[in-house]
Nanobody, 115 residues
């Protein structure tokens, strides 16, 4: 099993920045990818960004150029730097880990961007 603990959410004004962190523990060997999803009220959960062990990244079109995902393999931690935040970025952000074809989720952290 993999346990995930997220931190860094909060309330920010339009144009502001936040940095999310996700620390993985437990059976952390052979993690294939770490990433962030988000879910806004009334909407489906969507991929925001992901990063593989070798550093390959993938971003949703809506966040390209504004968000940056990174990973510290030594600390088993993934980060999401979010800049130029917009009200439409408001959502619960969930950390995700893919390990040996199994998906693991954090409990989520709220990000609210005020206009």
């Amino acid at each position: 099993q993999v346990q995930l603990v997220e931190s860094g959410g909060g309330l920010v004004q339009t144009g502001g920045s936040l940095r999310l962190s996700c620390a993985a523990s437990g059976s952390i060997f052979s993690i294939d990818a770490m990433g962030w999803y988000r879910q806004a009220p009334g909407k489906q959960r969507e991929l925001v960004a992901s990063i593989t062990t070798d550093g390959s990244t993938n971003y949703a079109d809506s966040v390209k150029g504004r968000f940056t995902i990174s990973r510290d393999n030594a600390k088993n931690t993934a980060y999401l730097q979010m800049n130029s935040l917009k009200p439409e970025d408001t959502a619960v952000y969930y950390c995700h880990v893919l390990r040996r074809w199994s998906n693991y989720w954090g409990r989520g952290t709220q990000v609210t961007v005020s206009s």
